[in-house]
């Protein structure tokens, strides 16, 4: 009788083991034919002309101000999957407000592909004086994912779709605070910037118990459409590893490569605050480049009154990201925002991506709901009109705890006048073991360069008591005649500035990275 039952119940186990096996493999065929249909859909849109959205939204909805766009909410005990085994949730968003383009989106099971159709019961319409029968086959303006990233009992958002190609992820314990996109096309130029939209989206349901998730999207736009795979990989740091394929109508003048948009509104660098109870207001303070050769730089960002496009050289770079370096509370004071908490954004391309520059372009803000920070990578060189452009690259969404890269870095970069007429002072301090192990009477040497139009004037480094690290502070002149405030702000000259450390004056090994800078006067 026991062998019997013991047999009957291995047999019951050894089930649901190969039903699981079973979904899991139904599933990983779903993806691959997924990849396969969604590039074919992108190349045969390629080929058509482009047609706009068709945009039938009801005026209520249309004309929605942001506060009454925001009282919308998605009911939580709607979420997608909440009663099933998955680890994972899906919630939406209305339109209205900016976001008036539908987008389809479909659900992926091991049964098959299935269209999610809108209905007016998964939201609460708040204090909006509308009436939901009238909002039938509406649509969806995007969607979000949860996921329980900071405890067992509470799903998180994890990740966000909505607007254009706009999304964002987030790691544990982290806030919400820059964006990435699919591409960036003609951004900064004069004949003004072409934005992309995901039209179509396919989310994959993971297997039972699964961490990770997949979502497909169709890209679409003028002048190319797109298809794009994210694999999502939630934790301590958020992996998200994009996979697209990009097919053009026409050639673009300039194509940015997985574009990252941020804010910068003032920080210790800035040289003209506003009036605010807060230290510093933004959410990434510099952009770090890894070089093929192995050298790093960092760029702190800037808040100009005027608009800057600045490229660094980057053949095959080894990744970049905006990065918010800052993150003591105590340099922000803002329990809302919660600046400490926004998270850095890393960019690792997978295989060797070529010629081509990362660029940075800052434009002028005066307030922080204003995203006034871009960066992305440009490629020097694309495949001939009518082959597709492959590009994959890892995401890690993450706080930028200790160095990147075993070097010393910077943590603070702080200016102010210098000892002269047309003279500044730049105080850059970096730690990081690699600088905090050497004492305060070892010698350390100090590599400074100018550009044409300033010349150094002075530096001192001193080991920093405080932090363990090292202290350079340095004086540039600018060359110029007159004074710079008497000069129109397009005769004023730029003047960049860049500083390493190394042990010793012959000894070509780095002890940190590069700290640049652009003085725009």
Not at 373 to 388: K, N, Q, R, S, T
Not at 418 to 430: E, H, Q, S
């Amino acid at each position: 009788m026991l062998v019997a039952a013991f047999f009957i119940l291995s047999c019951f186990l050894s089930l649901k083991i190969h039903v699981a096996y079973g979904n899991a493999r139904s599933i990983d065929h779903q993806i691959k034919r997924l990849e396969e249909d969604v590039w074919k859909k992108a190349q045969d849109l390629s080929l058509s002309a482009y047609e706009e959205p068709t945009l039938n939204l009801p005026n209520p909805i249309a004309n929605l101000t942001y506060d009454q766009w925001r009282d919308i909410r998605f009911k939580p005990e709607q979420s997608l999957w909440r009663d099933s085994d998955s680890l994972f949730e899906l919630r939406f968003y209305h339109l209205g407000f900016l976001y008036k383009t539908p987008v389809k989106i479909n659900l992926v099971t091991s049964e098959g592909i299935e269209e999610f159709p809108f209905d007016v019961s998964l939201f609460d319409y708040g204090k909006n004086a509308l009436s939901p029968e009238n909002l039938n086959n509406l649509g969806f303006a995007g969607f979000r994912i949860h996921y329980p990233l900071n405890r067992d009992d509470y799903y998180d958002e994890l990740i966000s779709f909505l607007g254009a190609s706009y999304f964002r992820a987030l790691g544990k314990g982290q806030r919400y605070g820059l964006s990435a996109r699919a591409l960036a096309v003609d951004t900064a130029l004069p004949k003004g910037e072409e934005f992309p939209l995901f039209k179509e989206f396919w989310i994959v349901k993971p297997p039972k118990k699964s961490k990770n998730i997949t979502v497909f999207a169709l890209l679409d736009s003028p002048s190319l459409t797109g298809a794009y795979k994210f694999y999502i990989q939630p934790g301590e740091k958020t992996a998200v590893d994009v996979k697209a394929s990009i097919f053009r109508r026409k050639d673009v003048e300039k194509l940015g490569i997985a574009p990252m948009t941020s804010m910068f509104y003032y920080g210790e660098n800035s040289i003209s605050l506003p009036d605010d109870y807060r230290p510093e207001v933004h959410d990434s303070d510099g952009l770090l480049i890894a070089y093929e050769n192995g050298d790093w730089e960092w760029r702190p960002l800037r808040n100009l009154p005027r608009l800057d496009v600045t490229s660094f050289p980057a053949n095959n770079v080894a990744g970049f990201g905006l990065l918010q370096r800052d993150i003591d509370f105590d340099h922000y004071q803002d329990l809302e925002a919660r600046y400490d908490l926004r998270p850095s954004l890393w960019i690792a391309p997978r295989g060797s991506w070529g010629k081509g520059r990362v660029e940075l372009i800052e434009i002028p803000t005066n307030w922080e709901t204003t995203d006034n920070i871009v960066a992305f990578w440009v490629p020097e060189e694309l495949p001939p009109l009518g082959e597709p452009i492959d590009i994959s690259y890892r995401m890690s969404w993450h706080l930028p705890l200790g160095s990147p890269h075993g070097l010393g870095y910077v943590v603070a970069t702080r200016t102010g006048k210098g000892n002269g007429d047309n003279t500044r002072l730049f105080v850059v301090d970096f730690i990081g073991k690699a600088v905090e192990e050497i004492p305060a009477d070892t010698g350390l040497t100090a590599v400074v360069k100018v550009s044409d139009g300033g010349e150094l004037v002075e530096k001192v480094l001193t080991k920093n008591e405080v932090t363990g690290g090292w202290r350079l502070a340095i004086q540039v002149k600018a060359k110029t005649v007159g004074a710079i405030e008497q000069l129109q702000p397009d005769k004023r000259p730029k003047i960049e500035i860049q500083a390493f450390l190394k042990k010793g004056d012959n000894l070509p090994d780095l002890l940190t990275e590069k700290w640049s800078y652009l003085w725009q006067l």
